[in-house]
């Protein structure tokens, strides 16, 4: 396997919601720069978007390392947060634990997580109740 | 049409994000939740929302979407305002329902 060309680091507040998208905002950024095509761009930001807010709704912030490959990009979100009881259950399209609160902000529609399979090439879920929860992403560039 | 012809068309009232308005606009979505939104809302997209925080830009950000329209007489909150300036995204307000402005964008767009 070859290393990556390019390795990014962010952390998230957890306790601001209204910077979420800062660092999937900075990711668009630098893949423009690298000249990836429109369509990976748009698959990665919205993709890391979701899992942001998240970490920022449902776990307390966390952090994103991002690792750009000639043929891949690889997004691992991290979080210290409560872990998700029924990932299967989590995935299902409507399905969300958010907060009225969070919902008069315009999320909480539960399609966070299945948002985030379809926009994917790969993605695993890694949780445990009480310790924290990692999505891994990755999006191929084809 | 650039978003600047929508505007004067729709007679919007220009909030914010002034640096986009020469943008070519094409097709639309209206929608309130911001997941369904950026799973639908396509490149160069007129977005119709009641939504006023800042989320609105990061997801018009992410989606490409060349404008936003608030119904309803809403604004964007302060803080919306001053990102959308920074990322160029214009932010229209109007008192019309969103029924009424995706009637009138739907020969525009
Ligand atoms: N990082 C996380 N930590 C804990 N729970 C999470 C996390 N991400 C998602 N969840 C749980 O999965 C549910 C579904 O997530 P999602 O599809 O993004 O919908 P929404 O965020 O709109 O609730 C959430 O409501 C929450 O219960
Ligand atoms: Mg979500």
Same mark, same amino acid.
């Given at each position: 396997?070859?290393?990556?060309?390019?390795?990014?680091?962010?952390?998230?507040?957890?306790?601001?919601?209204?910077?979420?998208?800062?660092?999937?905002?900075?990711?668009?950024?630098?893949?423009?720069?690298?000249?990836?095509?429109?369509?990976?761009?748009?698959?990665?930001?919205?993709?890391?978007?979701?899992?942001?807010?998240?970490?920022?709704?449902?776990?307390?912030?966390?952090?994103?390392?991002?690792?750009?490959?000639?043929?891949?990009?690889?997004?691992?979100?991290?979080?210290?947060?409560?872990?998700?009881?029924?990932?299967?259950?989590?995935?299902?399209?409507?399905?969300?634990?958010?907060?009225?609160?969070?919902?008069?902000?315009?999320?909480?529609?539960?399609?966070?997580?299945?948002?985030?399979?379809?926009?994917?090439?790969?993605?695993?879920?890694?949780?445990?109740?009480?310790?924290?929860?990692?999505?891994?992403?990755?999006?191929?560039?084809? | 049409?650039?978003?600047?012809?929508?505007?004067?068309?729709?007679?919007?009232?220009?909030?914010?994000?002034?640096?986009?308005?020469?943008?070519?606009?094409?097709?639309?979505?209206?929608?309130?939740?911001?997941?369904?939104?950026?799973?639908? %809302?396509?490149?160069?997209?007129?977005? $119709?929302?009641?939504?006023?925080?800042?989320?609105?830009?990061? &997801?018009?950000? #992410?989606? /490409?979407?060349?404008?936003?329209?608030?119904?309803?007489?809403?604004?964007?909150?302060?803080?919306?305002?001053?990102? %959308?300036?920074?990322?160029?995204?214009? $932010?229209?307000?109007?008192?019309?329902?969103?029924?009424?402005? &995706?009637?009138? #964008?739907? /020969?525009?767009?």
């Amino acid at each position: 396997m070859s290393e990556p060309l390019m390795k990014l680091h962010y952390t998230v507040d957890g306790t601001d919601f209204t910077v979420a998208g800062e660092a999937s905002g900075a990711v668009k950024k630098v893949l423009k720069q690298l000249g990836i095509s429109a369509d990976v761009i748009r698959k990665v930001a919205i993709a890391m978007y979701e899992c942001e807010i998240n970490m920022v709704i449902h776990a307390r912030g966390g952090v994103i390392d991002v690792e750009i490959s000639p043929d891949k990009i690889r997004m691992i979100h991290k979080d210290v947060g409560p872990g998700i009881p029924d990932v299967e259950k989590a995935m299902t399209e409507g399905f969300s634990t958010a907060s009225q609160q969070v919902r008069e902000l315009g999320f909480g529609a539960g399609m966070g997580l299945p948002n985030m399979k379809k926009y994917t090439d790969e993605m695993n879920i890694d949780t445990e109740l009480g310790v924290g929860t990692t999505v891994d992403m990755t999006v191929y560039i084809k | 049409m650039t978003v600047k012809d929508i505007a004067e068309r729709l007679e919007l009232t220009l909030k914010c994000g002034e640096d986009g308005v020469g943008r070519e606009v094409s097709g639309g979505y209206v929608g309130d939740l911001l997941s369904l939104v950026m799973g639908k %809302a396509q490149s160069g997209n007129a977005w $119709v929302t009641i939504q006023t925080n800042i989320n609105i830009v990061a &997801v018009a950000s #992410l989606t /490409d979407a060349a404008m936003i329209i608030l119904a309803e007489g809403l604004s964007p909150d302060p803080n919306a305002a001053k990102r %959308a300036d920074m990322e160029g995204i214009p $932010v229209y307000s109007s008192e019309k329902t969103a029924f009424e402005l &995706v009637c009138e #964008l739907k /020969d525009l767009v």
